[in-house]
């Protein structure tokens, strides 16, 4: 059974950094359109980022552009997101997970199917 796990959340102050993991345990990554998304308290889940399987393209909210860089290491089975220059608005519950679609540019990739929704991590940013 394929499980993803989001890590490496903490309390920072604002403007700091942060590098989020998720791990996949039970199947291969790079197999996979891998995407994090946010909660942020009392809000909707919203699409972060996403990258592709098939070549590599990557994909941000335009609230995370410039601070928010995916990668993937596939060696390690590992999607990593470095969050930089945090705000308080970036405070939420971080997610990833899986979709066998593959993004297009102009298309609105959070409302792909992903699945295999593993345990958040909490980022929260103190002003």
């Known amino acids: 059974q394929v499980q993803l796990v989001a890590s490496g959340g903490g309390l920072v102050q604002s403007g700091g950094s942060l590098r989020l993991s998720c791990t996949v345990s039970?199947?291969?990554?790079?197999?996979?359109?891998i995407g994090w998304f946010r909660q942020p308290p009392g809000k909707q889940r919203e699409g972060v980022s996403c990258i592709s399987s098939s070549d590599g393209r990557k994909y941000y909210a335009d609230s995370v552009k410039g601070r928010f860089t995916i990668s993937r290491d596939n060696a390690k089975n590992t999607v990593y997101l470095q969050i930089n220059s945090l705000k308080p608005e970036d405070t939420a519950v971080y997610y990833c997970?899986?979709?066998?679609?593959?993004?297009?540019?102009?298309?609105?990739?959070?409302?792909?199917?992903?699945?295999?929704w593993g345990r958040g991590t909490q980022v929260t940013v103190s002003s």
């Open positions: 039970g199947g291969t990554l790079s197999s996979y359109t």
């Open positions: 997970a899986e979709s066998e679609d593959q993004p297009w540019p102009g298309a609105n990739w959070a409302m792909m199917n992903f699945f295999s």
